[in-house]
């Protein structure tokens, strides 16, 4: 049997995602990472250096000498990146957001199945195996909450926290649902840019279906949760501890047929006692660790090969990203008082100038740097 030729990769990106990207496929060995793709001289050529690929500053210099590319660049260069890529029949796995706006996500779209080239969005939380411990009794789910929050990382300061967050939630919430956008209302607010830190978005879909969706990029904690209820039972996901408490009701819950009302006091505290163990008995489960992010490039890789759809398209990614343009049309039309509207709610400090001030502020300095004695 011949030997399967290796597939030329290049990772584009060499931030703190697309190291993670490029180590991996250079662990491969049905992989040849032929190079490490980055403006910035000292960062391409560590990642380079370190994979065993060669460092170049542009990713139109890699074109014809490459099979497939990892985009992990900001989002903003995504769209001519990738539209460059796909041109020259490059396979591209572009991480999420697929696109800064929908227009270039259709334009992505089109271009890769007009190629026939495999475009896949890097939505990890796909392969993470707590969600996909829970999909068995979750389907047709009824009402979906989610909570997603960090540190403010100093990463994806080019979007807010709907594109930089969210959108992981709304691309899950779609692959529950299954049904088209209803309503959508939303706010956020603005910390330290521009952009939104906070936000929370309400959706509802055509089957009546509602999620209700935070994300905060500027707390103290680290929290990626889903709570999901569906006909045959409750699902608790924790994404970052990578497991899953299920609640399956007893029948007599599901069939309406347990009366708790005009209890007698011996028959409540009994039920107190009881009432989880006997009607919503329900388990923990730890999934086998699992890398997804190797689990994700393993679905590139094999999408390639086989000539089939990754689990996350470029379609999937499109309507994530629709979804959160809706929440971000929303955010920025919401009023709060005063006539304020979107996610700067709060009016810019008023303070009255001195005469001795100028319209511009002199610049600040930081303040030396002490160096430690001896």
Same mark, same amino acid.
């Given at each position: 049997?011949?030997p399967?030729?290796k597939?030329?990769m290049?990772?584009i990106? /060499?931030? !703190? #995602?697309?190291?993670?990207h490029?180590?991996k496929?250079? *662990? +491969? $060995?049905?992989?040849?990472l032929?190079?490490?793709?980055?403006?910035?001289?000292?960062?391409r050529?560590?990642l380079?250096s370190?994979?065993?690929?060669?460092?170049?500053?542009?990713?139109?210099?890699?074109?014809g000498?490459i099979?497939?590319a990892?985009?992990?660049?900001?989002?903003f260069?995504?769209?001519?990146v990738?539209?460059?890529l796909?041109?020259a029949?490059?396979?591209?796995?572009?991480e999420?957001?697929? /696109?800064a !706006? #929908?227009?270039?996500?259709d334009?992505?779209?089109?271009? *890769? +199945? $007009?190629?026939?080239?495999?475009?896949?969005v890097?939505?990890?939380e796909?392969?993470?195996p707590?969600?996909?411990?829970a999909?068995?009794l979750?389907?047709?789910?009824?009402y979906?909450?989610?909570?997603?929050?960090s540190p403010?990382?100093?990463?994806?300061?080019d979007?807010g926290?709907?594109?930089?967050?969210?959108i992981?939630?709304?691309?899950?919430?779609?692959a529950?649902?299954?049904?088209?956008?209803?309503?959508?209302?939303? #706010?956020?607010?603005?910390?330290?840019?521009?952009?939104?830190?906070?936000?929370n978005?309400?959706?509802?879909f055509?089957?009546?279906?509602v999620?209700?969706?935070?994300?905060?990029?500027v707390?103290?904690?680290?929290?990626r949760?889903?709570?999901?209820?569906?006909?045959?039972?409750?699902?608790s996901i924790?994404?970052?501890?990578?497991?899953?408490?299920?609640v399956r009701p007893?029948?007599?819950?599901l069939?309406?047929?347990?009366?708790?009302?005009?209890?007698?006091?011996?028959?409540?505290?009994?039920?107190?006692?009881?009432?989880?163990e006997?009607?919503?008995?329900n388990?923990?489960?730890?999934?086998d660790?699992?890398?997804?992010?190797?689990?994700?490039?393993?679905?590139f890789i094999?999408?390639?090969?086989q000539?089939?759809?990754?689990r996350?398209?470029g379609?999937h990614g499109?309507?994530?990203?629709?979804?959160a343009?809706?929440?971000?049309?929303?955010?920025?039309?919401?009023?709060?008082?005063?006539?304020l509207?979107?996610?700067?709610?709060?009016?810019a400090?008023s303070?009255?100038?001195?005469?001795?001030?100028t319209e511009?502020?002199?610049?600040?300095?930081?303040?030396?740097i002490?160096?430690?004695a001896?």
């Open positions: 049997m011949a399967v030729r597939l030329r290049a990772v990106g /060499a931030g !703190r #995602l697309g190291s993670f490029a180590q496929l250079a *662990a +491969r $060995q049905d992989v040849q032929v190079a490490v793709v980055d403006p910035s001289p000292a960062a050529d560590r380079a370190a994979c065993g690929a060669e460092a170049l500053a542009h990713h139109k210099a890699v074109l000498q099979d497939a990892v985009l992990a660049a900001p989002t260069l995504h769209f001519a990738g539209m460059d796909l041109r029949g490059v396979h591209c796995l572009i999420k957001p697929l /696109a !706006r #929908l227009d270039e996500a334009q992505l779209v089109d271009l *890769a +199945r $007009q190629q026939g080239v495999v475009l896949q890097g939505h990890i796909r392969f993470n707590a969600f996909e411990a999909l068995p979750v389907r047709n789910p009824k979906i909450e989610a909570v997603r929050a403010y990382t100093f990463r994806s300061t979007i926290a709907v594109l930089d967050l969210m992981h939630d709304i691309e899950l919430v779609l529950l649902t299954h049904a088209s956008v209803r309503r959508v209302e939303a #706010l956020g607010l603005s910390v330290l840019g521009g952009h939104e830190d906070a936000a978005a309400r959706i509802e055509s089957n009546g279906c999620a209700s969706l935070s994300v905060c990029r707390g103290y904690e680290a929290v949760r889903m709570h999901i209820w569906a006909p045959a039972g409750f699902a924790d994404f970052a501890a990578r497991k899953v408490r299920l007893s029948p007599e819950v069939q309406r047929r347990l009366r708790l009302d005009n209890l007698s006091p011996e028959e409540i505290e009994y039920w107190k006692a009881h009432l989880a006997q009607h919503l008995p388990e923990e489960i730890q999934p660790a699992a890398d997804a992010l190797a689990l994700e490039l393993e679905d094999a999408s390639i090969r000539g089939r759809s990754p996350v398209s379609q499109r309507d994530a990203l629709a979804v343009e809706l929440v971000l049309e929303k955010i920025s039309s919401h009023v709060w008082e005063e006539g509207v979107g996610p700067l709610a709060a009016p400090p303070i009255l100038p001195m005469p001795h001030w511009t502020p002199a610049p600040v300095e930081a303040p030396p002490r160096k430690a001896g």
